[in-house]
């Protein structure tokens, strides 16, 4: 069995976050996802996600793709992550290419173009607008 493993905030759940853990998933035959917390977000971008971790991991939990969710709890702990799920492969949106190679000597490290036009950010942004 071919171990999936990636990774995201997937606030305000959009068609680029379909898209990815999609296509993660038909690159083998089981996917499992880690979820950031609110405490992760917070400290990469100074403000919590729109929607909460219990949310967002529900929403990611239910989907027919995904196998099996955890929370991601720093970014120090990629290699671990890897480790304890036994993943063959972690998949990454585009936006991240290079910055996984080095777990190259544990997993297959695979980098998938982003979906265009669409971001938590942009949804955020067009809210704003209208309000
Ligand atoms: N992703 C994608 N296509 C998009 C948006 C996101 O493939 N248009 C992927 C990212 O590359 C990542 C995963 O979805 O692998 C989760 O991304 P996340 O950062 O949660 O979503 P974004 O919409 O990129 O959020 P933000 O704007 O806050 O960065």
Redesign the pocket.
Do not use: N, P, V
């Given at each position: 069995m071919k171990k999936i493993l990636?990774f995201?905030?997937?606030?305000l759940f959009?068609i680029?976050?379909l898209?990815?853990l999609k296509r993660a998933k038909a690159l083998g035959d089981y996917l499992v996802v880690g979820v950031s917390t609110d405490a992760l977000n917070f400290s990469k971008k100074q403000r919590n996600p729109i929607c909460n971790q219990q949310h967002r991991m529900e929403i990611i939990q239910e989907l027919k793709s995904v196998d099996e969710v955890f929370y991601e709890h720093s970014l120090e702990l990629k290699r671990q992550y890897i480790i304890d799920t036994k993943a063959d492969v972690l998949v990454?949106?585009d936006?991240?290419q290079g910055r996984f190679d080095e777990f190259n000597d544990t997993c297959e490290v695979v980098y998938?173009p982003?979906?265009p036009s669409?971001?938590?950010?942009?949804l955020i942004e067009i809210v704003r607008e209208i309000t």
């Open positions: 990636t995201g905030t997937f606030d959009h680029g976050h898209q990815i990454m949106g936006d991240w998938l982003r979906t669409i971001s938590t950010t942009a």
